[in-house]
């Protein structure tokens, strides 16, 4: 965003303070993440500045078994069987979906996505209502259900998008090729749309992964997440070994956050050469 | 498209495990739940895990912060999501009532008569004597509080002060500080006025009020300087100074507590958990316990190992001598009959 | 490639080739259904229901006539002006005796408990002896508990005779329902839950007004930037956005603390004297709801800007409109879509925070998803928290259209 060379002396001071501006939103964005990180390496219990030193302890206590390595063993087993089911169902109903046209199918998508507008706390307390009667509540089976709702929306509007830009005469000309539909669907559309399945079940398993409302509401301790665990830590034990929680949390997000830029990155490059 | 294929496949096998191991793990270890913070370290230290390891099973923990409502959900619903918990007097005898928690048969824990009298019930066994009192960080506060009345005296003392998120002992100090004597407490707040004035009361701190639910916040505060002074456990206080903070305890007027174990009748380890009883019984054990983190010992039998220097920092002697005991019978009915609309009243007034 | 075989009329083929392609419309049709049927009952099983649990909880009132059921038919014909006759309270003492037996009455004492302190003790304490008491009742129970002979208690239970209350709905805007079906304003000290929607509207609208002054610069900038640098800078806006929100949370009640960064900062650069009050306020609140929230009004501000060709502005420029008088009017209209749909998710969003006041705020900074949370776990009263998540809920449903409108169903960008 250069400025014109015939731009007056004030211009010149706005543009700048404009940048300046820019900057600190910027830090400000990224500054409290970025500062805790190295607390999680201080060799004291004090979560400030200047360290008096360095050491690994912090991560050699959440590396022990109880209570944070069993949180984590939850937080995947939960995420991950999330992920599977929200994939699947938000996949197929995502092709369903684009394929027809029906009157009530804004009625269908806002019921679809309605889970992401409505607050967590309620969806929370609906399932705290409903699930205990149902044998669910303190299971992670309930918590995989309660889950799964929070993250099919996600699989569906990520699906919906890229089976938007997916042309369907594909699928047509292997049919009339004799494929049968479930054939053509595996062997055309899925390879097809795979980024946007991919984005849509790391969006899933980020959802499962992060959530902590609905653990608060119907997690017993055996399927305390990582997240629960380190909710009654922020209350209980402010020391750095939640920092170092926090750090490995952070770490693995921006993972899963690269690997979906990545995936977008590629199908943006494909499409323009294919254009 | 190979690549996407294998992480397809990759993501399907993940999945499938992750379900699997769901489905496998569906059984609930036996759990435990205590208060949290370093009490409750303590606790798994001297009695959790010794015990999860002679039994050889896994033990879970939970935090409980008081109240009812997460026992009342159990009883709505037939759920056990814990074995055994640590509770107040006034939930412990209201458990017992409805029958939410077991009818103790003592022959499966130990001698009773080794107890002292408060910390034996139907239903529970005692587990420690704590007391709720006045603490301050003398690095911060600008004066120090030479009595219960100054805790809310914001001209005398200025600053935030840590309060526990819970009328039940808050609304006792706010009437002691008012002027009312330790035993007629309950006979005022038993008619509108006199609860009215103990809102009143709290009424004048309560821009400066930082509420705390978990005991390990007040220390934390303390510490960090958030506060320049709290109501906060005498166990958590004691154990900040054992890490060199040098905070202040104001014995005047504490509010004395002995909690209980209570263990859940239809949980699914209701034998577990006598066997836990038992092994906590044992006054070496409690001893080391009491020892490591200063609360006082109900085990007549466990106070012969507890060290000189901690027997002089416990709730007891001269400390309590003008405490309020929660397990007095007038404290209890009160709550009994009041604790709901009470509690109404305090989330609407908290939340103001 | 050979000529299929047709068929031998011309005229019946291209009836049969019509009605194939019906019916193979018909099962495109079938299949696009089964496909979205799973999720759809999976939605309704274990979203949808659970929200009408909700609004079910927020009216429901069993326990007075299921578990008191001869004194609630009983006192139908009541006046409510006198102490009830011995056929009423004959019919107290025998539910009173059953429900003690099998356990009943604790759970309705409880529940009447929360409209009449007291109720609780005076109806256990009647139930455990009701078993030996004789004929007349009135005079026994009265001789057990004199309260039987005060109208409150008597007008209490007829006001729970049925099985559905708009009790806790009423409650929940300061209202407050008579046992004779007349409305009420709250007495003063339970007037705080319209204070405290207001409160939630009024953080929500603080929280999307900083997200808008901060974001749409920013917004700007990267929609005009070179795009190797852009491509940079969304990076930096998808960061926070990516990381957890509790972990977000987490990181400002570190940095905000007394003792913290930004205080030691502050207290360092020689700024202040005394550490600030950061955290534990309204202050911290702000600070870290529209740091969490700001990612959700760049990223739409960017892509409907990303749109505008910078041709407008010079255009403008050279037609000698002064650049604040360009913007004014050539470019700010057009982000106005973006700008809408910004705020109204901001909005939206802010107004179900539960988890970043519950940690960063005081007791004055919380919201309505605090006391739904406060009321369903902490004072296990579940009428109320049903009525209050349908407030909130009602809020919302406001709100969504005026969003769907901006930013059209599937308008949520997702970095």
């Known amino acids: 965003m250069a400025l014109p060379p015939h731009a007056s002396t004030g211009q010149r001071i706005w543009h700048r303070c404009f940048q300046a501006i820019c900057a600190l939103v910027f830090v400000f964005l990224l500054l409290p993440i970025v500062v805790v990180i190295p607390i999680s390496v201080s060799s004291s219990s004090l979560l400030n500045y200047p360290l008096p030193g360095v050491s690994l302890k912090w991560f050699e206590v959440i590396f022990q078994p109880y209570p944070w390595m069993l949180a984590l063993q939850n937080s995947v087993v939960i995420a991950c069987a999330t992920t599977v089911l929200a994939t699947v169902l938000g996949t197929l109903a995502a092709y369903g979906l684009t394929s027809i046209e029906f009157r009530f199918k804004p009625l269908v998508m806002a019921l679809l996505i309605s889970p992401m507008m409505v607050p967590l706390v309620i969806t929370a307390l609906a399932a705290y209502f409903l699930f205990a009667r149902m044998g669910l509540a303190g299971t992670f089976t309930g918590m995989i259900l309660a889950h799964t709702v929070l993250a099919v929306p996600f699989v569906v509007i990520t699906v919906t998008a890229t089976l938007q830009g997916f042309d369907r005469n594909m699928v047509r000309a292997a049919q009339s090729l004799g494929a049968p539909p479930l054939r053509a669907f595996f062997k055309v559309t899925l390879p097809l749309i795979m980024p946007g399945v991919i984005s849509g079940a790391i969006f899933a398993f980020v959802t499962s992964f992060d959530e902590v409302v609905v653990a608060l509401f119907i997690a017993s301790p055996a399927q305390f997440t990582l997240p629960r665990q380190l909710f009654s830590g922020l209350r209980d034990n402010l020391d750095p070994s939640i920092v170092a929680i926090a750090t490995l949390l952070i770490v693995i997000s921006v993972s899963l956050m690269a690997v979906v830029e990545l995936l977008r990155w590629r199908s943006e490059k494909l499409a323009r050469t294919e254009a | 498209m190979t690549m996407s294929k294998t992480t397809l496949r990759l993501a399907v096998a993940a999945g499938l495990a992750g379900l699997m191991a769901a489905g496998a793990v569906q059984a609930r270890d036996f759990t435990i739940s205590s208060w949290g913070g370093g009490y409750q370290d303590s606790q798994r230290k001297h009695f959790f895990k010794p015990f999860g390891d002679s039994k050889g099973i896994k033990v879970l923990e939970d935090t409980y912060l008081g109240g009812w409502a997460q026992f009342k959900a159990m009883q709505e619903t037939g759920n056990r999501p814990w074995d055994v918990v640590q509770v107040e007097n006034s939930e412990l005898i209201r458990g017992c009532e409805e029958g939410l928690f077991v009818k103790l048969d003592w022959s499966r824990i130990g001698p009773k008569s080794s107890y002292i009298e408060p910390a034996v019930s139907e239903c529970g066994l005692g587990v420690v004597v704590v007391s709720q009192l006045v603490a301050w960080n003398p690095k911060n506060a600008k004066a120090q509080p030479n009595g219960i009345a100054d805790f809310f005296d914001l001209a005398k003392i200025p600053g935030k002060r840590g309060v526990r998120s819970d009328p039940k002992g808050t609304l006792e100090f706010a009437l002691m500080a008012d002027g009312v004597d330790v035993k007629d407490v309950y006979k005022v707040m038993n008619t509108k006025a006199g609860l009215d004035r103990a809102f009143a009361k709290l009424d004048t701190i309560k821009s400066q009020i930082q509420w705390w639910e978990a005991g390990a916040q007040a220390p934390e505060w303390l510490v960090s300087g958030d506060v320049v002074m709290s109501t906060a456990y005498n166990g958590r206080i004691a154990k900040a100074n054992k890490d060199g903070h040098g905070l202040k305890m104001m014995w005047q007027n504490n509010i004395l507590y002995v909690d209980k174990w209570v263990i859940f009748k239809g949980s699914e380890h209701v034998d577990t958990g006598y066997e836990f009883l038992k092994y906590f019984s044992d006054p070496k054990r409690e001893a080391a316990f009491t020892n490591d983190y200063t609360y006082g010992q109900p085990n007549r039998e466990a106070v012969k190992y507890i060290t000189p220097e901690v027997m002089a920092a416990l709730p007891a002697g001269d400390h309590i001598k003008d405490a309020l005991d929660t397990g007095r019978e007038d404290s209890v009915e009160f709550w009994l009959d009041n604790s709901d609309e009470i509690f109404e009243r305090w989330t609407a007034w908290k939340a103001k | 490639m050979t000529i299929a075989p047709v068929a031998d009329d011309a005229l019946t083929g291209t009836t049969t080739l019509r009605l194939r ?49 001869r004194v609630t038919a009983a006192l139908r014909d009541w006046d409510g002006e006198t102490i009830p006759d011995e056929a009423v309270f004959a019919a107290l003492i025998e539910d009173a005796r059953v429900g003690y037996a099998d356990r009943t009455l604790p759970k309705v004492s409880l529940r009447l408990n929360y409209e009449v302190s007291g109720f609780r003790s005076l109806l256990m304490r009647t139930g455990r002896k009701a078993k030996r008491m004789k004929p007349p009742y009135k005079e026994a129970a009265l001789a057990r508990d004199e309260r039987w002979g005060e109208l409150i208690y008597w007008r209490t239970l007829k006001g729970n005779g049925a099985p559905v209350t708009a009790h806790y709905l009423l409650q929940a805007v300061d209202l407050d329902l008579q046992w004779d079906g007349s409305v009420q304003r709250a007495r003063p000290e339970q007037r705080i839950y319209i204070q405290n929607l207001l409160r939630t509207l009024w953080i929500a609208f603080v929280v999307t007004l900083a997200c808008f002054l901060l974001g749409y610069p920013v917004a700007y900038m990267i929609a005009n930037a070179p795009p190797r640098l852009a491509k940079v800078l969304i990076l930096m806006v998808l960061l926070p956005f990516w990381t957890s929100l509790l972990v977000r949370t987490a990181a400002w009640v570190i940095v905000l603390q007394k003792a913290g960064i930004v205080n030691d900062a502050l207290i360092g650069l020689g700024l202040v004297e005394e550490p600030l009050a950061l955290i534990f306020n309204r202050t911290g609140v702000y600070i870290s709801m529209t740091h969490i929230l700001l990612p959700f009004m760049i990223l739409p501000l960017y892509s409907v800007m990303k749109g505008i060709p910078p041709e407008h502005m010079r255009a403008a420029a050279s037609l000698g409109a002064a650049p604040a008088r360009a913007f004014l009017r050539v470019y700010f209209p057009q982000t106005l879509p973006g700008l809408a749909a910004g705020c109204l998710l901001v909005y939206v969003i802010a107004l179900g925070f539960y988890i970043t006041p ?35 809920l009602a809020c919302i449903a406001v709100l969504y259209p005026l969003y769907h409108r901006f930013a059209g169903a599937g308008g949520m960008k997702l970095g």
């Open chain 3, 358 to 392: 519950a940690l960063i705020g005081g007791g004055s900074d919380q919201m309505l998803a605090y006391l739904i949370a406060e009321f369903a776990t902490n004072t296990a009263n579940w009428g109320l928290a049903g009525a209050l998540a349908i407030v909130l």
């Open chain 3, 21 to 69: 392609l019906r019916r193979s419309e018909r099962r495109r049709r079938l299949r696009a259904y089964a496909l979205m049927a799973p999720l759809v009952l999976f939605l309704v099983a274990f979203f949808a229901v659970p929200i009408g649990s909700v609004l079910y909880f927020s009216v429901a009132n069993p326990e007075v006539v299921t578990m008191l059921p």
